[in-house]
């Protein structure tokens, strides 16, 4: 059904749906609100109920069949309908996948009875790409997308890109076709394509699955997996849709699609936040350190708030934007060695705050920080673990753990901290301020100095690299979608960055492969607020799901892409380089074997044009990469990817 | 946990036998810098330290006005990066690999590059 035909056509589901959504809008508000709104199996009033034509539409059978025929040949309202709707009712826009037959049924009911539009169906040529593409758009957006995982082979493929997810606190919903009744497989691939449970696969890295019986049970999970994967500590959750709940007649079921309730973040204890600021406020060197912190722009404005009521210097771990890096208390991380209160903010790995160890042959913790330092850590890291994957990093006793999300507690905090703040102390946060700025100056200058080495070479330098894409989108409402930790944290030491979209932070889990793909799933977000998403694609990441780029063509899904390319893989290298060095051979030249993407090298541009995508280069002078960029800003313009390849420096 | 130190006096003995170290290899004026930049690249000191020695991986070495002494005894005992011992890179070579380093040219200053400039 095309959208423009819904009206013609809405049947009693739609109306459900219709009644369902209004419920979601109410519980998109506040818990109190979404209550009221909820009061289960009524519409919200908003809703009218079907007429009589619709009622009788809805009945509609095929002429010339008798009822034997009609009830072989045919499905009045598939069960996979229904699903639609609950996907419908929480407010989901796309839908990622690559095609399998395991859910054919909601695969079609998408795409014929919801119109294909919210959810509208992204194509993607593998799995991985579409659960990455789903968390690049969930740090944009602030909400999950739908991946559609065929069962077993699906989610194997998934596997890595819902680790990351998983590492990086990101909310996906993961929906898994599967064939649960071994009687009603055909033989050959749907016994291949069905497991007991198929989510095991990923159950180790996911914050709840389930593997709903009925329609009704499919609903109520639906809105269960949503609620989890939005609450602190945010995650990617698994449903599994059975193939034959999805094609199975849905008859005479009493369904109701029940109202989506958000969790409200937890916030720290009072009294421990109290404590917090007591400490904040007495220390002569407090330092505030934030890694997944901000989830969105009010995130940010808080934690600015926090800083200057103290005039405490920020070091940004960069999890995700967290703090403009052009503010005076932007700081560099030696600040923590200084400090004699840290306060830690969503921080994944608090034990490196004060400590390190060297990756020499004998692995001999070192304190890098005073030996007085206290740690406060305010996080909902403790609020959600599981065992096998150690991604929770070292054990950590820090001086006073609250649990609550730290966006959430940090109005508490501030009120705590401006109650504590005596005229004494708030009289030292002149000299405070001063000694911030001059020292936040003095880092600009050192990047600006430092940009200028290798400024005319080839391989073009990273620095030069950010500097020609800076002067052509620097008057834009620019976003960049990659991160920048492999090119030196170039954009991050000579781009101004203030606003939560701007950037989103890694993959989380260190899994190559995630670059290209969450690139093109925030481009997606950034395309309905009209922002420019630019994307520096390391070689190496590009080699994992290069299909994304097709995908990024086919949905037209506006992408800046430049690469930093330099033709390998080259952290790996100085690991080899390492090992080397410590058995003593092959100092001279081994470090290249397995490490060089070479012989022959890549055409990364002619891979993006071969997918659909304008492109340019490989380009080697630095000359060149301002006209190349200023050429592929003007398809990016007319909402298509543009690729530039740019062969690079390592780093 | 344990917390590791370093005496001055070690530091001290030690920039002292490396500044010895110095006149013991002087300069051979018949090396040419690039014979220098091809062993900076066969012994893969690029892939952190850049191409033209511009940092990144690594701490820039263009640029930087250190004495000979100083830059050995960072490669032969270094804090963070691989420890390149003298029987795998002899001293003849890190000496070259140092005249090379000394010889990267100055980039063009701040001033003389407008997004630079720019964006002070």
Redesign the interface.
């Known amino acids: 059904m095309k959208p423009s035909d819904k009206g013609e056509r809405l049947n009693r589901r739609e109306f459900l749906s219709t009644a369902a959504a209004a419920g979601v809008a109410a519980a998109a508000l506040t818990n109190t609100e979404a209550a009221a709104a909820q009061e289960a199996g009524k519409p919200a009033a908003a809703a009218a109920p079907p007429t009589a034509a619709q009622l009788a539409m809805e009945y509609d059978d095929p002429v010339g069949y008798s009822a034997a025929e009609v009830d072989d040949y045919f499905v009045k309202h598939p069960g996979s309908d229904f699903m639609v709707d609950c996907i419908k009712a929480l407010d989901i826009d796309y839908i990622t996948t690559n095609p399998g037959s395991s859910f054919r049924g909601i695969h079609e009911s998408i795409v014929n009875y919801g119109g294909n539009s919210r959810p509208e169906l992204l194509t993607c040529p593998h799995e991985e790409q579409a659960v990455a593409m789903a968390h690049g758009y969930a740090k944009v957006a602030g909400k999950p997308l739908a991946m559609l995982a065929h069962g077993t082979v699906g989610f194997q493929h998934a596997a890595m890109a819902v680790y990351n997810a998983w590492c990086d606190r990101v909310p996906i919903v993961i929906l898994g076709g599967n064939h649960f009744d071994a009687t009603e497989r055909r033989a050959g691939v749907e016994w291949a394509h069905s497991a007991q449970d198929a989510a095991t696969v990923v159950k180790d890295y996911v914050k709840w699955d389930d593997a709903p019986h009925s329609l009704q049970h499919f609903a109520e999970s639906m809105m269960r997996a949503y609620k989890i994967a939005m609450t602190p500590p945010m995650g990617p959750v698994v449903v599994m849709i059975d193939g034959h709940l999805q094609e199975a007649e849905v008859g005479n079921q009493s369904l109701r699609i029940p109202a989506m309730s958000p969790t409200q973040p937890p916030v720290g204890d009072a009294n421990a936040v109290a404590e917090a600021a007591r400490w904040l406020v007495e220390a002569e060197a407090p330092v505030i350190a934030a890694d997944r912190m901000a989830h969105d722009q009010r995130g940010i404005d808080r934690l600015v708030e926090l800083a200057e009521v103290l005039q405490a210097p920020v070091v940004n771990l960069r999890g995700r934007l967290n703090f403009p890096n052009t503010h005076h208390l932007s700081q560099g991380g030696g600040e923590l060695g200084r400090a004699d209160v840290i306060l830690g903010l969503e921080v994944n790995d608090p034990w490196s705050l004060v400590?390190s160890l060297?990756?020499r042959v004998h692995r001999?913790?070192?304190?890098r920080g005073r030996p007085d330092t206290r740690v406060i850590s305010i996080g909902v890291n403790d609020l959600f673990i599981k065992s096998n994957y150690q991604n929770f990093q070292r054990y950590f006793a820090a001086d006073l753990s609250i649990a609550g999300d730290a966006q959430a507690t940090l109005p508490a905090l501030i009120e705590a901290v401006k109650a504590q703040m005596s005229r004494a102390r708030s009289r030292t946060n002149a000299e405070r301020k001063q000694r911030w700025q001059e020292s936040h100056a003095k880092r600009?200058?050192a990047s600006?100095?430092?940009?200028?080495?290798?400024?005319?070479?080839s391989?073009v330098?990273?620095?030069r690299l950010y500097?020609?894409l800076?002067?052509l989108v620097?008057d834009r409402d620019w976003a960049m979608v990659s991160e920048d930790r492999q090119q030196?944290q170039w954009a991050n030491r000579?781009w101004p960055m203030e606003k939560a979209y701007q950037f989103i932070g890694g993959s989380g889990g260190a899994g190559v492969g995630y670059g290209a793909p969450a690139a093109v799933g925030g481009a997606l977000a950034h395309r309905a607020e009209g922002r420019l998403a630019i994307n520096v694609q390391r070689d190496g990441d590009m080699m994992y799901v290069p299909g994304v780029f097709w995908t990024a063509a086919h949905h037209r899904i506006p992408l800046l892409t430049v690469t930093h390319n330099n033709r390998g893989y080259?952290?790996e290298?100085?690991h080899l380089?390492?090992m080397?060095?410590?058995r003593?051979?092959g100092?001279?030249?081994s470090?290249h074997v397995g490490n060089m993407l070479s012989d022959p090298e890549p055409d990364l541009a002619k891979i993006a044009a071969g997918m659909g995508c304008w492109s340019a280069g490989p380009i080697t002078a630095p000359r060149d990469v301002g006209p190349a960029i200023k050429r592929a800003l003007d398809v990016v313009d007319n909402g298509e990817p543009a690729f530039v390849d740019v062969v690079c420096?390592?780093? | 946990m344990t917390v590791l130190h370093t005496s001055p006096w070690t530091i001290g003995a030690l920039l002292l036998l490396l500044f010895g170290l110095n006149t013991a290899f002087a300069q051979d004026p018949a090396a040419p810098a690039s014979d220098g930049k091809e062993l900076y690249l066969s012994y893969q000191c690029w892939q952190c330290h850049g191409y033209e020695g511009q940092g990144g991986a690594a701490a820039r070495l263009a640029g930087k006005q250190y004495p000979y002494a100083a830059f050995a005894r960072f490669v032969r005992h270094p804090n963070l990066m691989p420890a390149y011992p003298p029987n795998l890179l002899s001293d003849e070579k890190l000496r070259r690999i140092f005249d090379y380093v000394r010889s990267i040219p100055e980039p063009p200053p701040l001033e003389d590059i407008p997004a630079l400039r720019e964006n002070k």
Not at chain 1, 364 to 367: G, L, N, S
């Open positions: 400590n060297p990756d001999v913790p070192q304190r600009r200058a600006l100095e430092a940009a200028r080495y290798a400024w005319d070479a391989p330098s990273t620095a500097m020609e800076w002067q620097k030196s000579l080259h952290q290298f100085m380089q390492r080397a060095s410590r003593q051979r100092m001279d030249g470090s420096q390592p780093r």
